[in-house]
């Protein structure tokens, strides 16, 4: 019964790769997000999304891409790889101006 | 934008109170929020406070908001070791589709 499940939950890949996190929620929520974690726990903005509008973070760099197949998924696809972009990501979702809701993150290592 | 400020880290003896505090920067957000992480794990919300009450108590849990000075604090009764993460604060960021701007967390180490 997650209400907001994120998969995988680690991933390894070279530089210059292209990869896709996966984010699911079961909360009929109407708006999702994506979070960076950066080493020292740092957490950013990178995307908002509802059925309506995308906002970016305007730090986000365009090889980030969120794609939402329909409400209830925003997937983060990621082009060629950096070092840079290790970190943890968080999927989150909300209801209006509701708190919101984080997934347990996926670790994703670049080497 | 600007940064949400909290003192990086807290340490107190099992029993004692803890507090932790925050500065947020934007004045018309709606509601705060503090957010506790444990090691490896996401973000598990503790509590929130909308932006016209200046308190707001939850079992060990007591939340103060004072909107002039944009000053956020969380006060946790008789700390356990099991309350040893890393807390967070939160406002609500204008135009933004209901996204949430982070402080950079305090960590708090319970000792017995």
């Known amino acids: 019964d997650t209400a907001v499940s994120q998969t995988p939950k680690y991933l390894v890949t070279q530089m210059g790769n292209d990869k896709s996190i996966k984010c699911e929620q079961n909360l009929g929520h109407d708006t999702m997000y994506w979070y960076k974690q950066d080493s020292k726990k740092f957490l950013k903005i990178m995307f908002s999304y509802n059925n309506k509008e995308l906002i970016i973070n305007e730090t986000v760099p365009n090889r980030f891409s969120p794609k939402s197949p329909d409400k209830a998924h925003l997937n983060l696809h990621i082009n060629s790889l950096e070092l840079g972009d290790s970190a943890v990501y968080f999927c989150?979702?909300?209801?209006?101006?509701?708190?919101?809701?984080f997934g347990n993150g996926t670790r994703l290592t670049v080497t | 934008g600007e940064d949400v400020e909290q003192s990086l880290f807290l340490s107190v003896r099992e029993g004692d109170s803890s507090v932790i505090n925050c500065t947020y920067t934007d004045s018309s957000s709606t509601y705060l929020y503090w957010y506790k992480q444990e090691p490896g794990a996401g973000l598990q919300l503790l509590t929130y406070?909308?932006?016209?009450?200046d308190m707001k108590q939850d079992q060990r849990l007591t939340v103060l908001l004072n909107k002039k000075d944009k000053h956020l604090s969380l006060r946790i009764a008789d700390t356990q070791t099991g309350d040893s993460a890393i807390y967070f604060c939160?406002?609500?960021?204008?135009?933004?589709?209901?996204?949430?701007?982070f402080g950079k967390g305090t960590s708090l180490l319970v000792t017995p």
């Open positions: 989150a979702s909300s209801q209006g101006n509701s708190p919101l809701h």
């Open positions: 939160a406002e609500s960021i204008s135009n933004s589709g209901y996204a949430l701007n």
């Open positions: 406070i909308f932006s016209n009450m």
